[in-house]
Nanobody, 120 residues
């Protein structure tokens, strides 16, 4: 019913920047919170940043001041601007959205993930 498609990952040198995008499509009535998570090899998936429907944001301590999350409600899209990247930011980044579909059922959806690799 709902698909999340991420883009914007890639390989970048330490200190560089990347911008991730995640577009939601399907039988969407509204979207509540949207967020970005990441999972490095051998580690658990962790929250990176989250943004509510009223644009309140929260960040993991490890990225606060370097990453910025934003959303375009008209496009059902969430972004993650990542600056001053470090090798420890290397991970697969996943988009997550709390969606209300047209039948008014609420569910969480995940994107397929996009690889971010930061070289030292």
């Amino acid at each position: 019913q709902v698909q999340l498609v991420e883009s914007g990952g890639g390989l970048v040198q330490a200190g560089g920047s990347l911008r991730l995008s995640c577009a939601a499509s399907g039988s969407i009535f509204s979207i509540n919170a949207m967020g970005w998570y990441r999972q490095a090899p051998g580690k658990q998936r962790e929250l990176v940043a989250i943004i509510t429907s009223s644009n309140s944001t929260n960040y993991a301590d490890s990225v606060r001041g370097r990453f910025t999350i934003s959303r375009d409600n008209a496009k059902n899209t969430v972004y993650l601007q990542m600056n001053s990247l470090k090798p420890e930011d290397t991970a697969v980044y996943y988009c997550n959205a709390h969606v209300v579909v047209v039948t008014l059922i609420r569910s969480y959806y995940w994107g397929q993930g996009t690889q971010v690799t930061v070289s030292s």
